[in-house]
């Protein structure tokens, strides 16, 4: 079987993902299209994802790409999860992940919605949402006052509350009629979601042009080519597609595909034959590469083994129930965390080093969170450096 470095691997990972110096990008289009998707559950998580990957990026080049020109949408992809990709892909993405009806009707039961209710109240919302966007605030005021329920859903212990008009607008953008974003700058979790309807922002977008099976092999070829060589494992994670429906795509492709080792891994790795090739050439520098990457940035997410991420005692404290928190990056290694705290204009980054790091990195480090407090608008910052004890 072929083998492969895995200091070369990482840093070939790396330059796919535009991480190193002399492969940052110049064009948000570029970048989500070589990464698939940006994870964009979290506001401010694109545009810093962004940040790390290119050259001269300014928040307004996503807002422009996104909100004027419709070459990209948000929509609930891979488990789940909100991202936003090109509009080119996202027919792969939505017929790859999106419910089945007998799912979504079961999901609407467990909230005890009736057929005839939920009938009467998705007509009510495309009408209220036919001249324009509205906020979920806007959305109810425009409705009957008695047609609004407050609903309970128990699973277990927990207890989850939603109004009707949550569960439905939920289930219409299951279904690829509705969509939501945050609006132009929204760098804050807080910022209230507007919602669209589809066909009226983007009108020459058919999310149906692609078979749901025919999706599923393309979505995982778009994924072994911007994060492999990646396990079985990591698959099946990445895209929420059970073990069944990965081997079937996979072999469905087979033929361009190629069992690969990692030295000093044991494991079998699966990668692109033309991506092969690629790694097998390429010359990683010597100059160190930094990042600051955002939580649930696509590199560390697309991943579900980390080994060659991040050091095994460091893991648990990286990644916290399921999620990756803002991670300090060398030459694809995650060698510390990071937080900010910035409100006005003002405001404060720590950087949290595992161990301690060589003067060189610690400056570069220290010069990328000044860059990225630029960014979110704060020229009074404190930047603050803590090591692991």
Avoid at 29 to 44: F, G, K, M, P, Y
Wanted: aromatic fraction near 8%.
């Amino acid at each position: 079987m072929l083998a492969l470095k895995e200091h070369v691997v990482r840093l070939h990972v790396l330059h796919k993902q535009h991480l190193l110096n002399d492969s940052q990008a110049d064009s948000v289009l570029q970048v989500v299209n070589d990464i698939v998707a940006l994870h964009a559950t979290s506001a401010e998580t694109p545009y810093l994802s962004l940040f790390a990957r290119m050259r001269r990026f300014r928040n307004e080049l996503l807002d422009e790409e996104l909100y004027v020109k419709r070459s990209l949408i948000r929509l609930a992809a891979m488990r789940g999860t909100l991202f936003i990709t090109l509009v080119e892909l996202a027919p792969v993405l939505f017929q790859a992940t999106k419910p089945s009806e007998p799912q979504l009707s079961k999901w609407m039961s467990r909230w005890e919605l009736r057929a005839s209710d939920v009938g009467e109240l998705t007509a009510k919302l495309i009408d209220a949402l036919r001249g324009g966007a509205r906020t979920l605030p806007e959305i109810k005021k425009s409705l009957p006052r008695d047609m609004i329920r407050s609903l309970e859903l128990r699973v277990g212990n927990d207890v989850y509350r939603m109004t009707n008009v949550n569960v439905v607008l939920n289930a219409l953008m299951s279904k690829g009629r509705v969509f939501s974003e945050k609006g132009p700058g929204s760098l804050r979790v807080t910022q209230a979601n507007h919602y669209y309807l589809l066909e009226k922002a983007y009108p020459s977008l058919n999310l149906e042009s692609i078979q749901p099976e025919d999706a599923k092999t393309t979505l995982i070829m778009h994924y072994v080519k911007a994060f492999g060589p990646v396990l079985m494992k990591d698959i099946t994670w990445w895209t929420g597609f059970d073990k069944t429906e990965v081997k079937n795509s996979l072999a469905a492709i087979e033929n361009q595909l190629l069992s690969v080792e990692i030295q000093g891994f044991e494991e079998d790795y699966v990668m692109l034959k033309t991506d092969y090739e690629q790694c097998a050439s390429f010359k990683p520098s010597k100059i160190h590469s930094f990042a600051l990457l955002p939580y649930e940035d696509p590199y560390p997410k697309g991943y579900k083994v980390r080994d060659r991420l991040v050091d095994a005692e460091h893991e648990k404290k990286a990644c916290v129930g399921g999620g990756v928190q803002p991670t300090i990056l060398l030459d694809g290694k995650i060698v510390g965390l990071w937080s900010r705290s910035i409100e006005r204009g003002k405001g404060r980054i720590e950087l949290k080093f595992f161990s301690q790091p060589e003067k060189s990195v610690e400056k570069d480090v220290v010069l990328k969170a000044k860059a990225v407090a630029m960014l979110m608008a704060t020229p009074d910052v404190d930047i603050r450096v803590k090591v692991e004890q």
